[in-house]
């Protein structure tokens, strides 16, 4: 049985881990389109002044946004549900890519395990095939266990080889959206 | 407030507007070219590395400045864009003007038309105002150029005072001359060289 000090970095809620992991990599810069699940989340950065951090318009102008910031010298992530996610192959195939951005996306996964809206079902089917006809690095996050080392190494990767990353936050590890009727 | 369009702003050159703003530019501040004739008459002025120039991405020249702006508070940025490529993304106003970064500077080049495509109208050239749109925004600094001299002064201004600012010009539907080089890599790398974010 684990002692009390072994479990107690498991009491973190994953927003938490993700704060943290994002600090401990410098990344200040966290334009969003908010998302229900990613609420605590952003609570937390707008909490906290280490980040900078406010909603844009759409998912577009927050990559953007991070583009520019990373060019000055400032580590950044976007942060988007899976429907906002559909909205950017023009411009990670045109700015991220080309430009060999370190772009940081987190995203929040809807459209599955219990999805009640048939818009974000149907969305979610293009995300992974999205991602991987640009052959951009990706990874589901679905374990509690998993999500720091996953997140902290991509994070890495991402700026050592100036690559994009998206970090897929399953319904497994936030719990997802729910319905009740 | 003055109302927001003039009813007959003169219509001026790009690339000679593009000259006098870059003449002004004496702190190493940035620039960010939207894509098109915006970015290629930026280009014919000179190859200053604090330039970035954009390909695809159409809409984004604001958004990246932004970037650049609160990633360095003390450099002056400015994001050329034209009219058809900011209506594309006319939200990122608002977010300029919640933000309120005051080294952030924006120059709309308006023929009222995607010329590059085809010489297509614009809502521009009918009924959308950018100064209206940008003070509804939030960007309280946002003029018309009347004329060369008046934009020479309205950079000025906007170069020695808080921003975030907004300066439109009408000018006509000649394309540039000239084009970009194409290599996004090397275009990146410079800039951020010329910005100091990378030694």
Same mark, same amino acid.
Request: hydrophobic share 45%; proline share 6%.
């Given at each position: 049985?684990?002692?009390?000090?072994?479990?107690?970095?498991?009491?973190?809620?994953? !927003?938490?881990?993700?704060?943290?992991?994002?600090?401990?990599?410098?990344?200040?810069?966290?334009?969003?389109?908010? %998302?229900?699940?990613?609420?605590?989340?952003?609570?937390?950065?707008?909490?906290?002044?280490?980040?900078?951090?406010?909603?844009?318009?759409?998912?577009?102008?927050?990559?953007?946004?991070?583009?520019?910031?990373?060019?000055?010298?400032?580590?950044?992530?976007?942060?988007?549900?899976?429907?906002?996610?559909?909205?950017?192959?023009?411009?990670?195939?045109?700015?991220?890519?080309?430009?060999?951005?370190?772009?940081?996306?987190?995203?929040?996964?809807?459209?599955?395990?219990?999805?009640?809206?048939?818009? /974000?079902?149907?969305?979610?089917?293009?995300?992974?095939?999205?991602?991987?006809?640009?052959?951009?690095?990706?990874?589901?996050?679905?374990?509690?266990?998993?999500?720091?080392?996953?997140?902290?190494?991509?994070i890495?990767?991402?700026?050592?080889t100036?690559?994009?990353?998206?970090?897929?936050?399953?319904?497994?590890?936030?719990?997802?959206?729910?319905?009740?009727? | 407030?003055?109302?927001?369009?003039?009813?007959?702003?003169?219509?001026?050159?790009?690339?000679?507007?593009?000259k006098?703003l870059?003449?002004k530019?004496? !702190? %190493?501040?940035?620039?960010?070219?939207?894509?098109?004739?915006?970015?290629?008459?930026?280009?014919?002025?000179?190859?200053?590395? /604090?330039?970035?120039?954009?390909?695809?991405?159409?809409?984004?020249?604001?958004?990246?400045?932004?970037?650049?702006?609160?990633?360095?508070?003390?450099?002056?940025?400015?994001?050329?864009?034209?009219?058809?490529?900011?209506?594309?993304?006319?939200?990122?106003?608002?977010?300029?003007?919640?933000?309120?970064?005051?080294?952030?500077?924006?120059?709309?080049?308006?023929?009222?038309?995607?010329?590059?495509?085809?010489?297509?109208?614009?809502?521009?050239?009918?009924?959308?105002?950018?100064?209206?749109?940008?003070?509804?925004c939030?960007?309280?600094?946002?003029?018309?150029?009347?004329e060369?001299?008046?934009?020479?002064?309205?950079?000025?201004?906007?170069?020695?005072?808080?921003?975030?600012?907004?300066?439109?010009?009408?000018?006509?539907?000649?394309?540039?001359?000239?084009?970009?080089?194409?290599?996004?890599?090397?275009?990146?790398?410079?800039?951020?060289?010329?910005?100091?974010?990378?030694?």
């Amino acid at each position: 049985m684990a002692s009390k000090d072994e479990a107690k970095p498991n009491t973190r809620g994953w !927003h938490e881990i993700v704060q943290d992991t994002l600090k401990r990599n410098q990344i200040k810069l966290a334009p969003y389109v908010p %998302d229900r699940v990613l609420t605590p989340l952003i609570r937390s950065l707008h909490e906290d002044p280490f980040f900078t951090t406010f909603a844009t318009a759409r998912e577009e102008e927050a990559l953007g946004v991070v583009t520019g910031g990373w060019m000055a010298g400032m580590r950044g992530i976007v942060l988007m549900q899976t429907s906002g996610f559909a909205t950017l192959p023009n411009v990670l195939a045109s700015l991220a890519l080309p430009y060999q951005i370190p772009l940081i996306m987190l995203i929040s996964e809807r459209g599955t395990l219990g999805e009640f809206n048939i818009g /974000q079902v149907m969305v979610c089917r293009t995300m992974r095939p999205i991602l991987e006809s640009l052959a951009i690095e990706h990874h589901t996050i679905a374990r509690h266990d998993e999500l720091e080392f996953i997140a902290d190494r991509s994070i890495k990767q991402a700026i050592a080889t100036q690559s994009p990353v998206a970090l897929i936050l399953s319904p497994l590890l936030t719990g997802g959206k729910t319905f009740t009727h | 407030m003055t109302s927001a369009r003039p009813n007959a702003p003169k219509v001026m050159s790009r690339l000679e507007l593009t000259k006098r703003l870059v003449a002004k530019l004496k !702190h %190493d501040e940035a620039v960010i070219g939207g894509i098109g004739n915006t970015n290629f008459d930026l280009w014919a002025t000179g190859r200053r590395p /604090q330039n970035f120039y954009m390909f695809g991405s159409m809409g984004l020249a604001v958004p990246i400045a932004l970037g650049v702006a609160l990633a360095q508070p003390q450099r002056r940025v400015i994001a050329l864009e034209g009219d058809g490529s900011l209506l594309m993304q006319l939200g990122c106003l608002t977010t300029v003007g919640m933000l309120k970064p005051k080294n952030l500077m924006i120059v709309v080049m308006d023929n009222g038309m995607y010329q590059i495509t085809g010489a297509q109208p614009t809502a521009s050239a009918q009924v959308a105002d950018f100064v209206g749109i940008a003070r509804g925004c939030g960007i309280a600094n946002a003029d018309w150029a009347l004329e060369e001299a008046s934009f020479e002064g309205l950079v000025e201004r906007a170069l020695a005072t808080e921003g975030p600012s907004l300066i439109a010009a009408r000018i006509d539907a000649k394309p540039s001359d000239a084009t970009t080089e194409r290599d996004p890599a090397q275009i990146r790398d410079r800039f951020m060289r010329g910005i100091g974010a990378k030694q």
